[in-house]
């Protein structure tokens, strides 16, 4: 972490805490090494209810750890030419081939435009495919996100196999 004159260091714990004290997330546990020095730090608490003290060793649902692996795989068939960052996504996701997208963030989910252009490679990487969660999770387009994709809390055995998980991603 960087700093300045004016904004003094803060260890390892007081910037997860202050995380935790200030958004959303329950707790955190964190890991910096450099060197020979590592640190490890805690914060918050390991369930939402706040009553499980959040520790070094608690276990955690790791989602989205295949996204960098799937990124470097990518980037490999980009590099041999395989294929290219521009190339929209349709031809192996036939789901996403012609996008709707709600016409404004505050919109309700039946308010919807065709997309501008397909969705590419690059969007994917970089997480601009026109599905999300913003911040604001009260917006009506964000609803069908945890109730069709049940992307909410982790309950793995309730989330749709890959193709219909697609599908219903497509719908929305």
Same mark, same amino acid.
């Given at each position: ?8 260091? *803060? ?8 995380? =935790?004290?200030? #958004? /959303?997330?329950? #707790? !955190? ?7 020979? *020095?590592? @640190? ?8 939402? !209810? #706040? ?9 955690? *649902?790791? %989602?989205?750890?295949?996204?960098? =692996? ?9 590099? @041999? ?13 036939? @789901? ?6 709600? *016409?404004?963030? !505050? ?6 435009v /065709? ?15 026109g ?13 069908p996100?945890?109730? @069709? ?18 599908? %219903?991603?497509?719908r929305?």
């Amino acid at each position: 972490m960087a700093t300045s004159d004016a904004t003094p260091a *803060r260890d390892l714990r007081g910037v997860l805490q202050a995380q =935790v004290s200030e #958004g /959303p997330l329950p #707790g !955190a546990v964190a890991m910096v090494a450099r060197g020979d *020095r590592i @640190e490890v730090a805690e914060a918050g608490s390991a369930d939402a !209810a #706040g009553t499980t003290p959040l520790t070094r060793d608690s276990i955690f *649902r790791i %989602a989205s750890i295949t996204k960098p =692996v799937v990124a470097a795989a990518v980037m490999m068939l980009v590099e @041999e030419g395989r294929i290219a960052l521009d190339d929209p996504v349709d031809a192996w996701l036939p @789901e996403l081939a012609s996008p709707m997208v709600v *016409r404004t963030p !505050a919109s309700p989910v039946d308010d919807v435009v /065709p997309a501008v252009r397909p969705i590419t490679v690059l969007d994917l990487l970089t997480f601009r495919s026109g599905h999300g969660f913003p911040s604001d999770f009260s917006l009506p387009a964000v609803a069908p996100l945890f109730s @069709e994709l049940l992307q909410g809390p982790p309950q793995p055995q309730h989330v749709p196999a890959p193709d219909a998980w697609m599908a %219903a991603l497509a719908r929305i």
